[in-house]
């Protein structure tokens, strides 16, 4: 299906592209060899929430019709009221799992077509995505919902930038991660990791670090830095 046809009941269509090309524009400047679609997705919705929601209210299995808010307190906290992490954060409304997890009605091939038509450099996108989808269940309920991917912020106890502020890095469902920041951590730092091995070694596949390995360790967060794998 061709994007115009995929898309044409949507009502932002040149909002939609006027942000893709500028997604695309700036990894062409900063010489990335291969680009992706910088998470736009194509979807009416409120506060840009579909950067998130877009594959769980796409996706069979999930109850779309009856979405959920997050209760509140759960990982926006961390954060002073009028930040983004915040407001993204306690706002959520998704779906919540009610059968077998399927592809549904996700539109990703016409997003992809969409974006390569705009750039000569290769777009890539999914690629860990496709076989977390294919992960049973039990497993792949610990990657969704993702809880963010770009983001320019800097990290929460030194102040340095994050990777996510370079669009390098993914967290995966806060309710099964643990991130030492959390906890106490006064003194030693206990290590705990809710994180299944096999979205791990997915990750780590496609050139992605895990930040459950780290001493400061953050089992959500994955990274994607192929040169540090490479150099093993
Ligand atoms: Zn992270």
Redesign the pocket.
């Known amino acids: 299906m061709t994007s115009e046809r995929a898309m044409v009941s949507r009502r932002f269509r040149e909002q939609y592209e006027d942000a893709l090309t500028c997604y695309l524009r700036d990894q062409e400047l900063a010489g990335l060899d291969i680009v992706t679609d910088g998470d736009c997705r194509f979807d009416d919705d409120v506060g840009g929430q579909s950067w998130t929601a877009y594959p769980p209210n796409h996706m069979s299995g999930l109850d779309a019709q009856h979405p959920v808010a997050t209760p509140a307190g759960r990982g926006g906290i961390w954060f002073p009221r009028g930040h983004i992490l915040h407001d993204y954060l306690e706002s959520r409304v998704m779906p919540v799992i009610s059968g077998p997890v399927g592809r549904g009605n996700l539109q990703y091939t016409a997003m992809w077509k969409a974006a390569q038509r705009f750039t000569t450099r290769p777009v890539k996108f999914g690629a860990v995505s496709a076989e977390i989808d294919a992960l049973p269940d039990k497993i792949k309920r610990s990657a969704y919902p993702i809880a963010?991917t770009y983001n320019c912020r800097a990290i929460a106890d030194t102040g340095e930038p994050?990777?996510?502020g370079y669009g390098i890095?993914?967290?995966l469902n806060t309710a099964v991660s643990d991130y030492w920041y959390w906890r106490p951590h006064e003194g030693a730092i206990v290590y705990r990791n809710r994180m299944p091995e096999e979205i791990v070694a997915i990750f780590e596949k496609h050139g992605f670090i895990w930040?459950g390995k780290w001493y400061h360790f953050?089992t959500?967060?994955f990274e994607f830095r192929p040169e540090l794998l490479a150099a093993k």
């Open positions: 963010g994050s990777p996510h890095a993914i967290d930040g953050d959500m967060h």
